[in-house]
Nanobody
Framework: QVQLVESGGGLVQPGGSLRLSCAAS????????MAWYRQAPEKQRELVAS???????NYADSVKGRFTISRDNAKNTLYLQMNSLKPEDTAVYSC?????????WGQGTQVTVSS
């Protein structure tokens, strides 16, 4: 059974940090390129970062130098370390494969950056 479960979101002040996790099952995680996406209110979902099974990473320009994507293939878990957070990072963050599948979307985790 396919399941992607995101966690780690919350309310944080500008300049703060959060670490998101995505526990995966049923998708052959260790062989897949995985990605984090986000969707802000009234905006389209956008790709934030991706990582190949070998660890090669790619980032949206808006998060380069602030966010770090990583993975633990032994734990079937994807991570997103977010530093120097800005109000414009406020969104629901979700994980999926690099070519997202509709049936893989989970509930996501809300990140709110506000003072």
């Amino acid at each position: 059974q396919v399941q992607l479960v995101e966690s780690g979101g919350g309310l944080v002040q500008p300049g703060g940090s959060l670490r998101l996790s995505c526990a995966a099952s049923g998708i052959g995680f260790r062989f897949r390129t995985m990605a984090w996406y986000r969707q802000a209110p009234e905006k389209q979902r956008e790709l934030v970062a991706s990582i190949t099974y070998g660890g090669r990473t790619n980032y949206a320009d808006s998060v380069k130098g602030r966010f770090t994507i990583s993975r633990d293939n032994a734990k079937n878990t994807l991570y997103l370390q977010m530093n120097s957070l800005k109000p414009e990072d406020t969104a629901v963050y979700s994980c999926n494969t690099d070519v997202p599948r509709q049936d893989y979307w989970g509930q996501g985790t809300q990140v709110t950056v506000s003072s």
